[in-house]
């Protein structure tokens, strides 16, 4: 009877006892385009995100709490931004906020994040501080330096010095929306700095279908060199329309978002020869470090049939790196206070699958990493060749330059 009762009491007291808490999840919010013209970036980057959660959760997770990422669609839509990011921040009372993916969607969440006083860490957007010159703002992006809107511009003009002969005349065209007219001003100005004569330079409606006119007018103005600040629907739309008319130029290309992702590649196929235009990471020199390669391989074993960028080249590494950078601030300073999360930003170097990153006093990175490719050889809508390095040729930076410029446009689209 007494061992009964023994039993019982020490059930009792179990019972009593308060049951082991586990700790809440890190949250870290975000917008993320899944459906729109970004969606191609958007589910990349999410897959990337979701990697280094997995990675971060095997290690710890941060501050000892398992982290867990929450993302609301934003559909490529601008409009869309400051209703999620006040639903993260009010509602959902995330842990941390980082900005989404793109100018046009990095661009509205920074006027929040200075009325609250955050620190904002943006991936690929383009120039977006550049009038605001908020302290606390930081941007995951290779256009870096004092002048981000002319850096991701420069390597094209480089080639263009590069080029026999040199071209005298360029067309400058974008939709009229944040992302192309940073990229068509950062062009503008380095045109004029190289002795360029514009004899073209207009923006079109972000909902144009129809890009044939477009390039006519181009075309009427005889220009050498054609740049282009695009995103991936008017960049399909304008190099189909380039070819259906026959756009007789020099160089054409420059700041064509969507050339970088697998499946526009494999959908244009040969319609891309000659195009010279930017990129951010290639599986090339001191690039394909074995971090990247080892990313890169969990990346490319998750897509499976997601429809996700297959080779997760240009978007995913940076995605990952910038959790890698929020992360190790978090970590460092000991929790989420913003001005000491912004600090630790400022002063110190990240050690990323992308490289080291250092930020500038404006937020960007202190030295731009952009790389301009002109696509060569394309065959066919094979997947291999843009995968094994074979149709895409590094013309700049000259470090990593793997072939020559095949010039004109009009002789290197056969």
């Known amino acids: 009877m007494a061992r009964i009762t023994r039993a019982f009491m020490l059930l009792v007291l179990l019972a009593a006892a ?7 999840p890190f949250t870290i919010g975000l917008d993320l385009g899944q459906t729109g013209a970004l969606a191609a970036n958007g589910k990349a ?87 605001f010159h908020y302290p606390n703002y930081f941007s995951i992006i290779p256009a870096g330096g004092a002048n981000p809107r002319e850096a991701f511009s420069a390597p094209f003009f480089a080639v263009a010095k590069e080029a026999d002969p040199r071209p005298k005349t360029i067309a400058l065209v974008g939709a009229d929306a944040e992302f192309s007219r940073n990229a068509l001003d950062g062009a503008r100005a380095l045109a004029k700095r190289d002795g360029y004569r514009i004899v073209y330079d207009k923006t079109y409606p972000p909902t144009t279908t129809d890009y044939s006119p477009i390039i006519r007018a181009i075309q009427a103005t005889n220009p050498d060199m054609v740049f282009v600040g695009s995103y ?25 978002v969507g050339l970088q992702a697998t499946a526009i590649k494999t959908q244009l196929g040969p319609l891309l020869n000659g195009i010279v235009n930017y990129d951010f990471w290639l599986p090339v020199g001191p690039y394909a470090t074995p971090e ?88 066919g809508h094979d997947l291999a060749q843009f995968r094994d390095m074979k149709a895409p040729t590094v013309l700049y930076p000259p470090a990593l330059k793997n072939g020559t410029l095949r010039y004109p446009y009009t002789s290197a689209k056969d």
């Open 45 to 131: 980057a999410l897959l990337a995100m979701q990697i280094w959660v997995q990675d971060t959760n095997a290690k710890g997770g941060l501050l000892g709490r398992p982290v867990r990422l929450l993302t609301y669609d934003d559909q490529s839509n601008p409009a869309l931004v400051p209703g999620i990011i006040t639903k993260l921040l009010d509602v959902d009372k995330v842990d941390l906020l980082i900005a989404g993916n793109g100018t046009n969607m990095v661009a509205p969440a920074l006027p929040i994040a200075m009325q609250r006083h955050l620190t904002l860490v943006g991936l690929f957007g383009l120039g977006v501080n550049s009038e």
């Open 18 to 24: 308060p049951a082991a808490r586990a700790e809440p």
């Open 292 to 379: 990247a390669k080892a990313f890169l391989a969990k990346y490319q074993a998750r897509v499976g049939d997601t429809g996700v960028d297959a080779l997760g080249f240009y978007l995913p590494p940076f995605a990952y790196a910038d959790l890698q950078v929020v992360g190790e601030a978090v970590t460092a300073t000991h929790g989420t206070d913003q001005a000491k999360l912004a600090d630790y930003l400022r002063s110190h170097t990240f050690h990323t699958i992308v490289g080291d990153i250092k930020f500038g006093p404006n937020g960007e990175w202190a030295e731009p990493r952009v790389l301009e490719v002109q696509f060569q050889g394309v065959k």
């Open 232 to 256: 991936p629907p008017d960049t399909v739309g304008m190099i189909r329309a380039a070819n259906e008319v026959g756009l007789n130029t020099k160089l054409f290309g420059g700041g064509m």
